[in-house]
């Protein structure tokens, strides 16, 4: 098994880059997608409402 920092070591920056977009595309999904009491306003998973 490799040690941690090998495999850090081993991501590229595009890798990264597609990660983050990837995670941003998943949630607009998730909240365009499930209804409000999961992903909208008070949801408990996704939580979209504007608090101070």
């Known amino acids: 098994m490799q040690p941690i920092a090998e495999m ?3 991501i ?3 890798e990264l ?4 977009l990837a995670i941003a ?3 607009d999904a ?3 997608l499930l ?3 999961i992903a909208g306003p ?3 998973l996704i939580d979209t409402s504007r608090r101070g």
Request: hydrophobic content about 55%.
């Open 8 to 10: 850090i070591a081993g």
């Open 17 to 20: 880059v597609l990660a983050g």
């Open 35 to 37: 209804p409000d009491r």
């Open 42 to 44: 008070g949801g408990w």
């Open 30 to 32: 998730a909240v365009a």
């Open 25 to 27: 595309l998943a949630r």
């Open 12 to 14: 590229t920056l595009g």
